[in-house]
Nanobody, 124 residues
């Protein structure tokens, strides 16, 4: 079992930055695909970014490429999402998730473990 706890959400102005953290316990994340998803109000959950520690591969949704960065700290068993140039339409609950390979990275169904989510509100 893997327990995931997100933190770092909050209110930020358009164009601002925010950094999210996802701390894992129970098992090391190094053998999993780990990802960030978000769910805007009234919409379905969508892929944001993912990371594979084995090989260091990262994946991003086109909408966040160049503005968001996913990273991990193996020693702390924690993944991060640095979000820059945030837009109002990116207001959502942000979730971290972990799943075993093989996995369809951009699909929620492959991720077995989910955090409780953290609210990010982008507004002036």
């Amino acid at each position: 079992q893997v327990q995931l706890v997100e933190s770092g959400g909050g209110l930020v102005q358009p164009g601002g930055s925010l950094s999210l953290s996802c701390a894992a316990s129970g098992r090391t994340l190094s053998s999993y695909a780990v990802g960030w998803f978000r769910q805007p109000p009234g919409k379905e959950r969508e892929f944001v970014a993912a990371l594979s520690w084995n090989g260091g591969t990262t994946w991003y949704a086109d909408a966040v490429k160049g503005r968001f960065t996913i990273s991990g700290d193996n020693a702390k068993n924690t993944i991060y999402l640095q979000m820059n140039s945030l837009k109002p339409e990116e207001t959502a609950v942000y979730y971290c998730a972990a799943g075993s390979f093989p996995i369809v990275i951009r699909n929620t169904q492959g991720y077995r473990y989910w955090g409780q989510g953290t609210q990010v509100t982008v507004s002036s």
